[in-house]
């Protein structure tokens, strides 16, 4: 039994109800995607602006430390005499820094400009060592306290951009995003002594905004849902109404009442239905007329089977004119088209969420290719194209999920063919030590620079790129791969993706 057929409702109560469903897993999952481009352009932002300032800062303290080892100091640093030691003077209780002919340098000088950084309300910068001590924070003892974990420290020093959102218990009592930039002063670096400048700002202030974002995905989905209830409850209403007048007509027919006359007020389907059901119950008041008429008694037992029997033979004509009727109300293409989108969504977020995990093996990348390339060749020839492959010898094996990759590749080619007019079509595969290039290049119309950093995001106002593309950033990232575009208008377009190789199966 359905869910439907489990719930006492009207048959336009179950349609606001289906509706409304419909209409709310939309904008859940329109939002889902909303609010992670926005969370993703927020950390982008911060890891460029914060990356700025935390240059910056370090650049000063650089200049600093120059300026304050001028000219003595300066040589002694220099000089291959024996490394300089950090130390904390009794006599003036600061940590100095000490030269080989014994003088010492005040290190809180080298930190001025730090002093009144701030960010936000919670953001501060602060100078560590390589072993992710305190060298100078405000209100803290230099090489008393730890900034972060060791381990922390080396997530932000081997990240590609050098930002992250890190835990800074140790200071902070909580998670921060921070940026880390090298005060690379040679001098002090070759006598052992690395410092960084730490730029922070605490997660929760930094994705502040997001808050805006949900509030205003929710106020428009209840509106919208709200408004999709009374708009399917009034549609519901509107073509309920001839349909239950319908039903009260075949009763008051099946009881005998065959001078009621149905009102047809529109033209559609429903309209013809009413018009049929009226000629069958004037056939059928024809055929009980002709049976009274009949002269004799045995002549009008026969004529009642046979009018009885045409009776039957119309009102099954008649339920069978109901059902076809019924059954030829179809939905539209718009809503086919909108099934499909919602589809794509839900693998792009349960992807991403992992609640639609990716059904990786060990495969041959080149044998994937190779087939699709045989199914993909006749269609490059039809559009009288070039058509390059360049794939080294020997097999290249990948830890993947054979049908999701074959779907990026399959969404690469297809835009490559329906935007290339003349010219090649080439896909090249190139080995990087433990990684793999793969790349779909055309000679097409293009991309234009201010569609450039939006060809991923899956929401553009082009209808022609679709989500495609954003499933194959989806698709990629899950594996752990990187995916990228160049292009050029009338010059062309190349779509390059990396995965990691894995050694040969067993």
Same mark, same amino acid.
């Given at each position: 039994m359905s869910f439907y057929n489990k719930i006492k409702l009207g048959l336009a109560a179950k349609i606001m109800l289906a509706a409304s469903i419909a209409m709310t897993a939309f904008f859940i999952l329109s939002g889902i995607l909303i609010y992670t481009q926005r969370a993703n352009s927020i950390y982008n932002e911060a890891v460029k602006n914060h990356g700025q300032m935390a240059r910056l800062l370090a650049s000063s303290v650089s200049d600093a430390i120059d300026r304050q080892l001028e000219p003595a100091g300066k040589t002694a640093v220099i000089s291959e005499e024996p490394a300089i030691e950090i130390i904390f003077d009794e006599a003036s209780k600061k940590w100095c820094l000490t030269l080989p002919d014994k003088s010492l340098v005040d290190i809180e000088k080298f930190f001025k400009e730090l002093k009144d950084f701030t960010l936000g309300e919670t953001g501060d910068a602060v100078v560590v060592d390589d072993k992710s001590y305190l060298v100078f924070h405000p209100n803290a003892q230099p090489f008393t306290n730890k900034f972060c974990d060791y381990d922390e420290l080396r997530k932000l020093l081997d990240s590609k951009s050098r930002a992250g959102l890190i835990d800074t218990a140790y200071l902070h009592g909580k998670g921060t995003f921070s940026v880390i930039a090298d005060i690379g002063y040679p001098p002090l670096s070759k006598k052992g002594i690395n410092w960084f400048v730490v730029v922070s700002q605490d997660k929760e202030e930094l994705l502040s905004p997001l808050n805006d974002v949900i509030l205003q995905i929710a106020e428009l989905a209840v509106f919208l849902v709200l408004l999709t209830m009374f708009a399917a409850f009034m549609m519901g209403r509107f073509f309920l109404r001839p349909i239950q007048a319908l039903k009260e007509g075949m009763q008051r027919l099946a009881a005998g009442d065959l001078d009621y006359v149905l009102q047809a007020k529109s033209r559609d389907e429903i309209g013809q239905l009413a018009e049929e059901f009226n000629k069958t119950a004037e056939i059928v008041k024809k055929d009980l007329l002709e049976l009274k008429r009949e002269g004799s008694e045995l002549e009008k037992v026969k004529e009642e089977i046979a009018g009885f029997s045409r009776i039957k033979t119309n009102m099954l004509f008649l339920l069978s004119g109901v059902r076809a009727v019924l059954s030829n109300i179809k939905t539209g293409g718009e809503a086919e088209r909108l099934l499909r989108h919602t589809d794509a969504l839900l693998d792009i977020v349960g992807i991403e969420s992992g609640t639609i995990p990716l059904k990786t093996e060990v495969i041959d990348i080149k044998e994937l290719i190779k087939k699709a390339v045989f199914v993909f060749e006749p269609k490059v020839k039809e559009k009288d194209l070039d058509f390059k492959l360049n794939i080294p010898r020997g097999k290249i094996f990948i830890n993947a999920d054979l049908n999701r990759l074959a779907e990026v590749f399959n969404n690469l080619m297809q835009n490559a063919i329906r935007f290339t007019q003349k010219g090649h079509i080439e896909v090249s595969i190139k080995e990087l030590n433990d990684k793999v290039e793969f790349s779909v290049a055309d000679t097409g $119309?293009? %991309? *234009?620079?201010?569609?450039?950093?939006? %060809? &991923?995001?899956?929401?553009?106002?082009? /209808? +022609? *790129?679709?989500?495609?593309?954003? &499933?194959?950033? $989806?698709? %990629? /990232?899950?594996? +752990?791969?990187? %995916?990228?575009?160049q292009s050029e208008i009338g010059k062309g377009s190349k779509f390059t993706f990396i995965l990691n190789k894995v050694p040969p199966p067993a």
């Amino acid at each position: 039994m359905s869910f439907y057929n489990k719930i006492k409702l009207g048959l336009a109560a179950k349609i606001m109800l289906a509706a409304s469903i419909a209409m709310t897993a939309f904008f859940i999952l329109s939002g889902i995607l909303i609010y992670t481009q926005r969370a993703n352009s927020i950390y982008n932002e911060a890891v460029k602006n914060h990356g700025q300032m935390a240059r910056l800062l370090a650049s000063s303290v650089s200049d600093a430390i120059d300026r304050q080892l001028e000219p003595a100091g300066k040589t002694a640093v220099i000089s291959e005499e024996p490394a300089i030691e950090i130390i904390f003077d009794e006599a003036s209780k600061k940590w100095c820094l000490t030269l080989p002919d014994k003088s010492l340098v005040d290190i809180e000088k080298f930190f001025k400009e730090l002093k009144d950084f701030t960010l936000g309300e919670t953001g501060d910068a602060v100078v560590v060592d390589d072993k992710s001590y305190l060298v100078f924070h405000p209100n803290a003892q230099p090489f008393t306290n730890k900034f972060c974990d060791y381990d922390e420290l080396r997530k932000l020093l081997d990240s590609k951009s050098r930002a992250g959102l890190i835990d800074t218990a140790y200071l902070h009592g909580k998670g921060t995003f921070s940026v880390i930039a090298d005060i690379g002063y040679p001098p002090l670096s070759k006598k052992g002594i690395n410092w960084f400048v730490v730029v922070s700002q605490d997660k929760e202030e930094l994705l502040s905004p997001l808050n805006d974002v949900i509030l205003q995905i929710a106020e428009l989905a209840v509106f919208l849902v709200l408004l999709t209830m009374f708009a399917a409850f009034m549609m519901g209403r509107f073509f309920l109404r001839p349909i239950q007048a319908l039903k009260e007509g075949m009763q008051r027919l099946a009881a005998g009442d065959l001078d009621y006359v149905l009102q047809a007020k529109s033209r559609d389907e429903i309209g013809q239905l009413a018009e049929e059901f009226n000629k069958t119950a004037e056939i059928v008041k024809k055929d009980l007329l002709e049976l009274k008429r009949e002269g004799s008694e045995l002549e009008k037992v026969k004529e009642e089977i046979a009018g009885f029997s045409r009776i039957k033979t119309n009102m099954l004509f008649l339920l069978s004119g109901v059902r076809a009727v019924l059954s030829n109300i179809k939905t539209g293409g718009e809503a086919e088209r909108l099934l499909r989108h919602t589809d794509a969504l839900l693998d792009i977020v349960g992807i991403e969420s992992g609640t639609i995990p990716l059904k990786t093996e060990v495969i041959d990348i080149k044998e994937l290719i190779k087939k699709a390339v045989f199914v993909f060749e006749p269609k490059v020839k039809e559009k009288d194209l070039d058509f390059k492959l360049n794939i080294p010898r020997g097999k290249i094996f990948i830890n993947a999920d054979l049908n999701r990759l074959a779907e990026v590749f399959n969404n690469l080619m297809q835009n490559a063919i329906r935007f290339t007019q003349k010219g090649h079509i080439e896909v090249s595969i190139k080995e990087l030590n433990d990684k793999v290039e793969f790349s779909v290049a055309d000679t097409g $119309t293009g %991309i *234009s620079r201010d569609k450039m950093p939006y %060809i &991923f995001d899956g929401l553009q106002p082009d /209808k +022609n *790129s679709g989500l495609g593309l954003y &499933f194959a950033k $989806t698709v %990629i /990232k899950g594996h +752990n791969g990187e %995916i990228w575009v160049q292009s050029e208008i009338g010059k062309g377009s190349k779509f390059t993706f990396i995965l990691n190789k894995v050694p040969p199966p067993a």
